[in-house]
């Protein structure tokens, strides 16, 4: 039963992943991304990861993609204004991608070895994730949320034209 | 006995997506109603005894009306916005805990058909989808003014999303759990330990931020900018017509109902009642009784909802931004603050 979810989850993953590249329309594209995410989230839901699979959905397909949906249909992108990139960029990019897939695999390739993860009884729920986060990670949680208020503090300064007024 | 757990939830989703339906297309009835009472008028009265059917009329209209598909829209994404609206209204029902528990035979039935470890954050994920409908019925339209109407309606949507969110981590941060069920069960009675056992008389400040930015994520008067007909023509479904429109607008009636009764479970102690444990009653009886009682919590939300609507003019689109970002956000901050500071006074 959850093999037979696992692969229709996959399927479902790569093939809305792989029309987001190939849908010519933005707005295509965007959508289909949110169909990706949330077959992500029910990818987290069979690992038992509860919370960050609604974590996932509330952050990525509410909030994040619901901004880049703004931006999309603000600009009106058509199929006929879509700028045709240069041919060294599209070669430039299939490379790219390609020694990103060798490095993924590579380090992917001893995965059978792995010993199972421990699964404690509260893995996955809300105290358990902020148990290990306010404790064992506590130092790269803060570093990370520092690294947004930068992000946030320097994404105003450039929307603002005039900062000293 | 796993057939039978399966159909016990089909039997108790089915019926709370029928309950669902029926309290939304009476609460159009409703409205109908209290806004006549509330202005002196009869309203409506013609089909059936008191107007009952009016309702069902109004769905036949609907069904009857011609349907138009403006020439330059994106179909496909025109057709699907209304379903979207529609399909994350109606899936936020399935963590609201509709009563206790029921006894048949030897069995212990739960009136709630998935009790997630998560539920509250659940609603969120899915109320925060529900501006998809929206953008998307609205991008679809090609039409200027259908596209403000989106972009103004999704923003206030956001934008309040968060105070909503902060004021209900308050309120986590006393029941310390997210489940659904298990908040509901902490309100047990009225009465506990020298005080009120319900939420809302240990977080007043707390409920009124959440209902506010509630009337918000609803659309609803003073906060339904969205179809501002003074300025945007209809709002984001200028274009729509026939049983589309009627979708879009019974997507905001359900949206109500819903968020009445998370409310109603959250802040007002959801199925339980004052003297609960001292009628003597048997399990089913205090059970049946509980929920009533709930619905009855709903309707008077519902009803709250409808009084305002009638009440209070609209806000101006500045006054609303100003109102979520620079009232809302910051004393739904300070709460937290003033809450962890109760929570650790208390402990030492």
């Known amino acids: ?165 | 006995m796993e057939w039978i757990f399966l159909l016990d939830k089909t039997i108790i989703a089915f019926i709370a997506f029928s309950i669902t339906l029926l309290i939304a297309t009476y609460s159009t009835y409703a409205e109908r109603k209290i806004a006549a009472f509330l202005q002196d008028r009869v309203g409506p009265d013609r089909a059936g005894p008191f107007g009952m059917f009016q309702p069902l009329a109004d769905a036949g209209k609907f069904f009857f009306k011609e349907e138009i598909i403006p020439a330059t829209s994106n179909k496909f994404l025109f057709i699907i916005g209304p379903g979207i609206a529609m399909t994350t209204a109606l899936m936020t029902s399935v963590v609201i805990p509709w009563g206790g528990t029921l006894e048949i035979g030897d069995r212990l039935v739960s009136l709630q058909v998935s009790d997630l470890n998560i539920g509250v954050l659940y609603v969120f994920g899915v109320v925060s989808l529900g501006v998809y409908g929206i953008m998307i019925g609205g991008w679809a339209s090609n039409n200027k003014f259908s596209l403000l109407g989106a972009i103004r309606a999704s923003s206030q949507m956001i934008s309040y999303e968060l105070g909503m969110g902060l004021s209900l981590i308050s309120l986590i941060m006393l029941t310390g759990t997210l489940s659904m069920s298990e908040i509901v069960e902490q309100q047990h009675g009225f009465w506990a330990d020298g005080y009120f056992s319900w939420y809302f008389f240990k977080q007043p400040i707390g409920f009124l931020i959440f209902i506010v930015c509630a009337f918000a994520e609803c659309n609803r008067t003073p906060f339904d900018l969205a179809e501002c007909e003074a300025e945007l023509v209809g709002g984001y479904h200028t274009e729509y017509s026939s049983m589309k429109l009627g979708f879009y607008m019974f997507a905001e009636y359900i949206n109500m109902f819903i968020s009445s009764a998370f409310m109603a479970s959250l802040y007002f102690g959801g199925y339980n009642f004052p003297f609960m444990d001292d009628l003597g009653l048997s399990q089913n009886w205090i059970t049946i009784i509980g929920v009533i009682v709930f619905f009855l919590k709903i309707f008077a939300f519902i009803f709250f909802f409808m009084w305002i609507r009638w009440t209070i003019p609209r806000f101006r689109y500045d006054q609303l931004m100003r109102l979520g970002w620079q009232v809302m956000m910051p004393a739904a901050l300070l709460h937290i603050f003033a809450t962890g500071a109760v929570i650790l006074f208390n402990q030492h």
């Open chain 1, 1 to 165: 039963m959850l093999t037979i979810a696992f692969y229709i989850l996959s399927a479902l993953t790569i093939s809305s992943a792989l029309m987001v590249l190939f849908s010519k329309s933005p707005i295509y594209s965007v959508l289909w991304l949110v169909i990706c995410f949330f077959s992500i989230t029910g990818h987290y839901i069979l690992l038992d990861a509860h919370f960050l699979a609604i974590v996932n959905l509330i952050v990525y397909a509410g909030a994040i993609m619901v901004l880049f949906l703004y931006v999309i249909m603000l600009m009106n992108l058509n199929k006929e204004s879509e700028p045709q990139k240069p041919v060294w960029l599209k070669f430039a990019s299939v490379i790219t991608g390609c020694l990103l897939m060798i490095v993924l695999a590579g380090a992917l390739k001893g995965y059978s070895e792995l010993p199972p993860a421990a699964i404690t009884e509260d893995f996955g729920t809300a105290k358990g994730v902020g148990k290990v986060l306010f404790t064992e990670f506590l130092m790269p949680f803060e570093v990370a949320s520092i690294l947004f208020i930068t992000a946030m503090v320097g994404a105003v300064i450039l929307a603002k034209k005039h900062v000293n007024d």
